[in-house]
């Protein structure tokens, strides 16, 4: 039977807290392509995401490490750590290709507080960055989403397409009483009228929309996302029912569709983080014909699908 130890002393509290703090906590994995040797050896890499909290700093910090793992197809041989860990400074998602050949990156820069928080799509290529794309700028959705509820980051098996999931784009809305800037650079007729960027909707500018609860604030409407790597176009996937909210999305076998598991929002969304068992269901959108196919028991709770690597077919593993 362990002994309980109570510290009576600040101090040893302090330094009890601070030593717990030191150990990291593992938050992804993810295993890479089989690749094999010249000498005929086999080998994965599987690169690991971890979390730790910094008290100088007073955040929790991410950092990665990749460990390689040779194997002779029946057990594992050899594992080991390849290099030290390394901090990811603003990666929010982070996934590898397919072949292994590229690696997605979602990075956010400047500060919430100041209303300067930018989010980047990054395409890196062996050691440099082939593309990055403003999706901030381009404004055809709102932030994307990072959590492991709703988050996902996924390659199509073409390598040419991204699917994420983001929160859907509202109206700008602004109040009765907005002062109207006058474009001066106009003929004389023109000076009188005011400037047109965007049609807001006048007197919405605080309507409230119901998020997905604790740990999920600003979360309300998710909406499933492509970018096209080649032209840096967004495409927000439609066909999904108005009543089920989507995410932790992935391709179909040959990229003709795409899988995500869909949450029923009514009566409300409040809990969705610690309310594990709340309706949900394996749907299934058709790129080709726009059609959305419901896969499981819309009655039942579905989690983290995966598919079977000898049907290819989509199973619930959660």
């Known amino acids: 039977m362990e002994r309980q130890v109570l510290l009576s002393e600040p101090e040893e ?48 910090i991410r950092f990665c490490r990749q460990y390689l793992v040779f194997h002779d197809g029946d057990s594992v041989v050899f594992a080991g750590p390849a290099g030290n860990s390394v901090e990811t400074r603003g990666e929010l998602l982070s996934r590898e290709s397919p072949s292994g050949a590229m690696k997605a990156v979602l990075r956010k820069t400047g500060s919430a507080g100041l209303g300067e928080e930018k989010q980047f799509l990054e395409v890196w290529e062996k050691n440099w960055k082939l593309k990055s794309f403003n999706l901030s700028a381009l404004e055809r959705h709102g932030p994307v989403y990072e959590d492991d509820c709703f988050g996902c980051l996924s390659w199509s098996h073409s390598e040419t397409h991204l699917l994420y999931v983001a929160e859907k784009k509202r109206p700008k809305a602004e109040s009765f009483f907005q002062t109207k800037a006058l474009d001066i650079s106009g003929s004389d007729d023109e000076m009188a009228r005011p400037k047109k960027p965007d049609q807001a909707i006048k007197g919405d500018q605080f309507v409230f929309y119901e998020d997905w609860g604790e740990n999920m604030v600003s979360k309300s409407t998710p909406v499933l996302c492509v970018l096209d790597i080649e032209s840096g176009n967004i495409s927000v996937l439609e066909g999904v029912p108005e009543s089920v909210s989507p995410g932790q999305a992935f391709w179909a076998p040959g990229d003709t569709g795409v899988v995500f598991v869909g949450w029923q929002h009514e009566p409300f969304r409040l809990g969705v983080r610690f309310c594990t068992n709340r309706r949900s269901a394996l749907y299934y959108v058709d790129l080709t014909g726009g059609n959305c196919e419901l896969l499981s028991c819309d009655s039942m709770a579905v989690s983290s699908p995966r598919l079977t690597p000898w049907m290819g077919e989509p199973r619930n593993v959660g």
């Not at 094999?36 to 955040?59: A, F, I, P």
């Open 13 to 60: 509290a302090a330094a009890l807290y601070r030593a717990l703090s030191r150990q990291p906590a593992l938050s992804a994995a993810c295993l890479g392509p089989e690749v094999t040797t010249q000498y005929g050896g086999q080998y994965r890499t599987v690169h690991t995401e971890w979390t730790q909290r910094d008290l100088e700093r007073m955040e929790n």
